[in-house]
Structure formats: structure tokens, C-alpha cells
């Protein structure tokens, strides 16, 4: 019961419009963003872990008066931090949305799932018509090895099949880590985490 | 004793002599007059001045970049002086530089005792750690019943003591005679850590045969601010080189960087339109154009730029913002207002 009614709940957020005007924009890309569709049903290594350069996950120096266990994005720098107390943080490297489809806010980590099954919001099969109208969780699937839903809205962070795209802005809206470190990341935030999404200062 | 008295009355007054002549033309008349920028650097470090291609390269010769744009209006108008750790201050105070970028830390004794002025903390460094990736360490206080490497005569072995001790913990501490052996000894396995500052840890595991292999914790045990230097006589100079700092770390904060000048131009924000001399005449303020901050962004980027292409997420040296980071999203990087 509580599963149909969830699932139905998934369906309505799923079909909700997105929400920002300024998706409907027209924007040209600017150079750092990457022309990549997503690639439905290509199998990469399943529990990839980013191990050298920037974007492996590592503890950092972080000051920060949230309790431990909350969640900061940082979209311009391609970060997640999980704030671990002690002016410390473990630090994530993700890929963020694209030039237009970026966002900042509060939320909460309403929901976790493993192998999540992908249902594209129909704003996206508009935008990309050739995408799959439904996948199964699995490997091949976009959303990867694990999801975290952020409150009530279309997005979550989820991991990928595409784990050379971390660091680039050319998701949805949505924040991608490699999926060995989504699982790390699902295994230390609980559902009802505090999740704070910033983007960078707009002149 | 007379010869050293005759010596200091000799070179009172060849300073005196200078000094003067720089009383009547200050710095910034005469670095304008030669059309360039005297920047004393490093002889080669890499991330923060090093030599590319034939090119200086890095942290500190961008910020030198900055400096010759904002106050010539071109980037490209600096001569880079290579400067050893000895010679440096002596080179400050004797004229043949008119700014030190050669990661330096402020310190009391350098500022009171050798008439120096530092503008401004560009690169927080400190002493941290590096270890295995494998040995699951998380923090320098885990260390307990270890052994650490450190390099001999360097600051880095008292201060690693007074860490452990301070800390009740019992703690080898292996020393070697250079940096190379200390990183030779930490690959064999000798010690389970190895410290020094930070920025020279990442540049250390560069070194490694697996770089990916070792990671560097998050502790820093000692203060090491970096930042440009002017000779404490000339404050007008000062207050430019201060400002051009200021001024990037500014642009970050309001989301003005190299690439979205050209919209930042057409904001509303005051504190924008400051910035980029669009109204308030604060560069004439410092005896420049009003376009001064505008020069030097457009030049090297706003502070994250001029970072993450030099030694963070740009470079090889992937070192995280950490301290670094601006004081309003997690580190403590802190700028006065232009305005």
C-alpha cells in the first residue's frame, strides 16, 4: 500500500513542470560545457571510484556551523561536501546541470534507493525525444548505483554510467557522482539530512 | 669594528641617497617611467612560479600579472627576477624588485626588523600530513604509536614534537637529511606519514610513483601565510599591491570572474559597478584608472580562477581550497569592501 502510494507520489513529481523559468531559455553553452546526451544502457565498470586528481573524494579542511552529516553542494566548483564536524568535510567530486539547468536551495534527503529506475520527466523527453520513456534500474541506467531524493523536486543525486563526466556541467539539474562514490555517499547520509544546493554569486 | 662602522656609515648613506630619490619618485612613478614590473619570484617551484615553454608560470607570477595590469594596462609588462630564499628581501629592500610574490610567510621579524610590508595573505599554507590512502588515516590526531618522516633543520620537525606532545601522543619521528630521502622513506614504508607544508606535500606526491596512493589530511598544525611584499617606505605601492589582492578575492565573492565580465559590466550591483570602476573613482583613490580592478580580472581571473588554475583543480597539484576557500562558503579568506 505504502509502496503504491509512494510510487504514485513519484509519478506526480516526475510529471511536475520544472521548475525554473529559466530552463525554457535558450542558452549557449558556454565553452566548459560538454555537448554529451546521456547514453541509456551503456554499461561502465558498475562501482567506479574517482581514486586520483581533484575530484576523488578526500577530507578537506571545512568550516561550517551545519551538524555533521548534512550535504553542501557547491555547483560552480563541482563539490559535495558531507559536513563531518570539526572543521572538516569529505569532499565529492560531481557533475552538476548545465548552463540553465543550475539551482541552489534547501532541501532534504526525502528518499534513498538502490539501482534506481529511471522515468525521464516529460520536459526532458520533450527536450531529448530519443531518450526511453522508462528504465529499469541496473547498471546500464543513467541514474546509477544509487539515488538520494532531494524534498519534493525533480531532482536527486544519484550516481552515473558515464563516470568520466564528473567535474562538467551537462546534467538536467541533477548531481552525478561516480557510482562507487554515490554508494560511499548513500551509506553516510540518512534519509532527512539537511541538503544545501549553492550556486555561485550572480552579478 | 671601524671598518664595519665605516661600512653601515657607507651604505647609510648610499640608502639615504636612494631613498630620497624614491621619496620624490615613488614606486609607481617609477615602475610607469620603465613601463614594467620589477616582480621577484621564485627559481622555480612548481603551481606558484616556475618556468613553462620559456614563460613564468604560476600562483605568484599571475598575481604579478594582475599587478602590471591594473597599474600599466597590460599583464605582460613585468619582468620575473628569480630569487633564492636568501637573497629575496635583501633584493625588496635594495630596489631591484618593487614586489616579492615568491611564496613568503608574514612574519613579525620580517615587517619590523627588515622595513618590509606584506599586502596581503594570498595562500594559506601550514604544516599538514600526507599518508597511504590505504592506511585509512583520517586525521593527523590517529597518528599515535606511528612513525613520521620529516626533512632535518626544518621547522616542520619542531613543530611536528610540539603537535604530538601537545597532544599526549607517543610519536617516532624519523629524520632525514633532504627532501628526497624523506619521500624515499615514506615510499619504503619507513613511516606511516610524512610531514612538511602543505602546498609542498602535494607537490611531493606528484613525485611518488603512485601519486593516487597517498592522500594529505585535512590537519594543518602551524600558520604559513603566503603574500606579496613592498618596502614598508613607499604606503602608496603598498596600498596598489594590497588592493589588487583585495580586489581578486572581492570578484570572486560577487561572482565577477574573466568570463562573466562582459554581463558584470552591465550589472546594476553597486558593489560591482565599484569594482569594476564603473562608478565611485576609486582607482584615482590609489593614483589609477578607474578600470584598475577590471585590468587585472580580465588578466588572470578573480582569486578562484588565479587558484584552481594553478594549484587546485586545473593544475596537477589538485590542492582543495580548504583554508583558502572564501569565509562565506567554508574556508577563511576574507577581503575588505572596495568601495
Known sequence: MNRVLSLALLVAMLAMPLATSALAQAHKPPP????????????????????????ARQMVFFRSSDPPNTVVIHTSERFLYVVMGNNRALRYGIGVGRE?????????????????????????????????????GGPG????????????????????NQPETIGQAISSGCFRLANGDVIDLFERVPVGAKVVIRHGPQV | MMWRRTLAALSLALFGFTGSAAAQTGTLEQVRQRGS?????????????????????????DFCRAVAAAVLGNPDRVTFVPLTAAERFDALKAGRIDVLSRNSTWTLQREAEFGLLFAAVLFH???????????????????GGKAVCVQAGTTSQGAARDFFAANAMTVEIKVYPDSASTLAGFAKGE??????????????????????????LPDIISKEPLG??????????????????????????????????????????????????????????????????????????????????????????????????????????????VR
Not at chain 1, 532531494?150 to 543525486?157: E, K
Open chain 2, 191 to 216: 613511516c606511516i606519514a610524512v610531514t612538511t607544508d602543505n602546498s609542498g606535500l602535494f607537490a611531493e606526491r606528484l613525485k611518488l610513483d603512485r601519486p593516487a596512493e597517498a592522500i594529505i
Open chain 1, 141 to 160: 541506467n543513467p541514474m546509477g548505483a544509487r539515488a538520494l531524493y532531494l524534498g519534493s523536486t525533480v531532482y536527486r543525486i544519484h550516481g552515473t
Open chain 2, 37 to 61: 614590473l620589477q616582480c621577484g619570484v621564485s627559481t622555480g617551484l612548481y603551481g606558484f612560479s616556475f618556468q613553462q615553454d620559456g614563460k613564468w608560470a604560476g600562483f605568484d607570477v
Open chain 2, 228 to 337: 606579496p611584499v613592498t618596502r614598508g617606505d613607499d604606503l602608496r605601492w603598498h596600498n596598489i599591491v594590497k588592493w589588487v589582492a583585495f580586489a581578486l578575492i572581492d570578484a570572486e565573492e560577487l561572482g565577477v570572474s574573466a568570463q562573466s565580465l562582459p554581463q558584470a559590466l552591465q550589472s546594476n550591483k553597486p558593489d560591482v559597478r565599484r569594482l569594476l570602476g564603473l562608478e565611485g573613482g576609486l582607482g584615482r583613490m590609489l593614483g589609477l584608472e578607474d578600470a584598475w580592478a577590471r585590468r587585472a580580472i580580465e588578466a588572470v581571473g578573480n582569486f578562484a580562477e588565479l587558484y584552481e588554475r594553478n594549484v587546485g583543480t586545473g593544475s596537477r597539484l589538485g590542492i582543495p581550497r580548504g583554508l583558502n576557500q572564501l569565509w562565506s562558503a567554508g574556508g577563511i579568506l576574507y577581503a575588505p569592501p
Open chain 1, 100 to 136: 540553465g539547468f543550475q539551482w541552489a536551495g534547501l532541501q532534504k534527503v526525502t528518499r534513498k534507493a538502490e539501482w534506481p529506475d529511471w522515468t525521464p520527466p516529460p520536459e526532458m523527453i520533450q527536450r531529448q525525444p530519443y531518450l526511453p520513456r522508462f528504465m529499469a
Open chain 1, 32 to 55: 566548459e560545457t560538454m555537448d554529451i546526451g546521456d547514453e541509456p544502457g551503456r554499461v561502465s565498470t558498475p562501482e567506479t571510484i574517482i581514486e586520483d586528481g581533484p575530484y
Open chain 2, 125 to 143: 599554507d601550514g604544516q599538514g600530513f600526507m599518508v597511504r590512502r590505504n592506511s585509512g588515516l583520517t586525521s593527523a590526531l590517529e597518528l
